[in-house]
T-cell receptor
Framework: GEDVEQSLFLSVREGDSSVINCTYT??????LYWYKQEPGAGLQLLTY?????DMKQDQRLTVLLNKKDKHLSLRIADTQTGDSAIYFC??????????????FGQGTTLQVKP | DGGITQSPKYLFRKEGQNVTLSCEQN?????MYWYRQDPGQGLRLIYY???????QKGDIAEGYSVSREKKESFPLTVTSAQKNPTAFYLC????????????????FGAGTRLSVL
């Protein structure tokens, strides 16, 4: 079945770049999303990428997609303490287009040390 | 100010009690969703509704019930049949529940934390 996997934890120093990785299994994935969750809060959409793109950049965020390997990454440049949060990867696909269902990864906790 | 409002922020349930979590949106979105979040497990879909007066079970619907009588409201009831209800519950909405190309951006409320007394 459809599955999205992420590593659970990443620790970086303030000012460094962070790279959060995600793998997925659904070969019919059409859109992939990155959400951010701060403690005790809901999920905030950061960015998304269409599956026929291999890169998308938005200010400090760079998304890379390797469709052949089904690998997605989120790079945060110049990471700040305010970036400390849980980051979720999610995907939607043609196979779920009649339900609108998103498949979420387990989330990666990013810890930014001053 | 458009958005999704969940209430209450914190809720306590006694054994054998049903409790209802509120979710209201003023984004004029057709589709609404309920997720359960447990530590280290990501989000699991409980129920979803693509249109008023219609809803479907998600992956973990047992012990939960919903209604969708109005476009802007999608309340979730956690029944006494749900034996392990302690979790963080998130409501989301999207413009439409189906898409020819599979795109479905979901917007989330701030969540309700449910605990058992």
């Amino acid at each position: 079945g459809e599955d999205v996997e992420q590593s659970l934890f990443l620790s970086v120093r303030e000012g460094d770049s962070s790279v959060i990785n995600c793998t997925y299994t659904d070969s019919s994935s059409t859109y992939l999303y990155w959400y951010k969750q701060e403690p005790g809060a809901g999920l905030q959409l950061l960015t998304y990428i269409f599956s026929n793109m291999d890169m998308k950049q938005d200010q400090r965020l760079t998304v890379l997609l390797n469709k052949k390997d089904k690998h997605l990454s989120l790079r945060i440049a110049d990471t700040q303490t305010g970036d400390s949060a849980i980051y979720f990867c999610a995907e939607s696909s043609m196979s779920s287009s009649n339900t609108g269902k998103l498949i979420f990864g387990q989330g990666t906790t990013l810890q930014v040390k001053p | 100010d458009g958005g999704i409002t969940q209430s209450p922020k914190y809720l306590f349930r006694k054994e054998g009690q049903n409790v209802t979590l509120s979710c209201e949106q003023n984004l004029n979105h057709d589709a609404m969703y309920w997720y359960r979040q447990d530590p280290g497990q990501g989000l699991r879909l409980i129920y979803y509704s693509q249109i008023v007066n219609d809803f479907q079970k998600g992956d973990i619907a047992e012990g939960y019930s919903v209604s969708r009588e109005k476009k802007e409201s999608f309340p979730l009831t956690v029944t006494s049949a749900q034996k392990n209800p302690t979790a963080f519950y998130l409501c989301a909405s999207s413009i439409e529940g189906t898409s020819v190309f599979g795109k479905n951006i979901q917007y989330f409320g701030a969540g309700t934390r449910l605990s058992v007394l």
